[in-house]
């Protein structure tokens, strides 16, 4: 596992469009893996921004997102809203080809993604308590697409996106730790001194109780943080 420090998020956002641009250009039908959340918006932005200068062609790309909210009641909280409005409003991707995962579509999800003939870079952020997708501690290695039940953590770190705690959805359709590690390369994202105890648990021991310590095991994963985010591993 590789980590590259960016204290400028321009810079660190940057440099990660350009790894996902780079893939597009050298395969325009590459299958990307997609976060929502914080950590990823402005990494989107320059996306937006380097595609429109570079006249990149996302017509032929596919991309599955990692999670969903269940029983959502506003729709401008769903993810899906939050992908149009950050990133697939602003390039020519088809909508028919941004999936997510849903209740109707839980059986199938992983199934289509291999048709699609898998992921070829995936995108993640990171909960302050390890999460990646809404994988909480202690979900299985070989889990694949499943409902989840989100932690009172995780509903109280949502919460600021919403009107009341009580508005926040308690349980989400996510793809599991199997699916995730499945992806050919993983760029995750994490800044910020809330994130620094679970990026320290990352370069631990790969366990359960810390999903995104699976990175540990891939082949090709990189974490981009900021110094705070980096503070407790030892130099
Ligand atoms: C969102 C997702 C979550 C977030 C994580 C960090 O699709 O999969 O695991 O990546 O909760 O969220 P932010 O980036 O808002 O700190």
Redesign the pocket.
């Known amino acids: 596992m590789k980590l590259v420090i960016i204290n400028d998020q321009e810079v660190r956002a940057e440099t990660i469009a350009k790894e996902i641009l780079s893939l597009v250009k050298e395969k325009p039908n590459a299958v990307l893996g997609l ?5 990823p918006i402005k990494t989107y932005q320059k996306v937006i921004e380097l595609a429109k200068k570079d006249n990149i062609d996302f017509s032929n790309v596919t991309s599955f997102n ?2 969903e909210y269940i029983n959502n009641p506003d729709f401008t909280q769903s ?1 899906r809203y939050f992908m149009d409005t950050h990133l697939f409003n602003f390039i020519n991707i088809k909508k028919e080809n941004t999936h997510f995962p849903s209740l109707e579509g839980l059986k199938t999800y992983d199934e289509e993604i291999k048709k699609a003939g898998g992921v070829d870079l995936q995108l ?4 302050a308590d390890g ?4 994988n909480e501690p202690n979900t299985p290695f070989d889990s694949l697409t499943h409902i989840a039940d989100l932690t009172e953590k ?1 509903i109280q ?1 949502n919460s600021r996106f919403f009107a009341s705690i009580k508005d926040v959805p308690t349980q989400a359709v996510t793809r599991g730790r199997q699916s995730i590690r499945n992806a050919k390369k993983i760029i995750l994202i994490a800044t910020g001194k809330n994130k620094a105890l679970a990026i320290e648990k990352t370069f631990g021991k790969v366990n359960e109780a810390t999903p995104a310590s699976l990175l540990n095991r891939h082949p090709d994963a990189t974490i981009y943080c900021d110094e705070e985010a980096a503070s407790l591993l030892k130099k």
């Not at 976060?35 to 950590?39: I, L, R, V």
Request: glycine fraction near 22%.
């Open positions: 976060a929502t959340g914080s950590s990692l999670d993810y993640l952020g990171i909960g999460h990646i997708g809404f995780t770190d």
